[in-house]
């Protein structure tokens, strides 16, 4: 799989969150991440997907668009709010 950013919106979500992109994409290892649309911010032209999973970070929420079959395009990350990490741990304990 390739993962694909714009350098600048990482860097930003890296000054804000400190969470670097490059450093996040073994959220889609995760057996127990939660993985859904982002129906908000989705448009005709675009569905947005959100993954809240397991980083070196902790608990991360990412957003992310499907380019093509192998390429994922991040457009922000952060860590997890509280209801998302209560999300997450329900999935793990359904496993």
């Given at each position: 799989m390739n993962?694909?950013w714009?350098?600048e919106k990482?860097?930003?979500?890296?000054?804000k969150?400190?969470?670097?992109?490059?450093?996040?994409t073994?959220?889609f290892?995760?057996?127990?991440?939660?993985?859904?649309?982002d129906?908000q911010?989705?448009t005709?032209?675009?569905t947005?997907?959100?993954?809240i999973?397991?980083?070196?970070?902790?608990?991360v929420?990412?957003v992310f668009?499907?380019?093509?079959e192998?390429?994922?395009?991040f457009?922000?990350?952060r860590?997890?709010?509280?209801w998302?990490?209560k999300e997450y741990?329900k999935n793990r304990k359904?496993?």
């Amino acid at each position: 799989m390739n993962y694909t950013w714009h350098e600048e919106k990482a860097e930003g979500v890296h000054r804000k969150h400190a969470i670097e992109f490059a450093k996040i994409t073994e959220i889609f290892s995760d057996p127990y991440a939660v993985e859904f649309i982002d129906e908000q911010h989705s448009t005709d032209e675009e569905t947005r997907y959100a993954i809240i999973g397991a980083t070196r970070y902790g608990v991360v929420y990412l957003v992310f668009t499907e380019i093509s079959e192998d390429e994922l395009h991040f457009i922000t990350a952060r860590l997890a709010e509280n209801w998302m990490v209560k999300e997450y741990e329900k999935n793990r304990k359904r496993s």
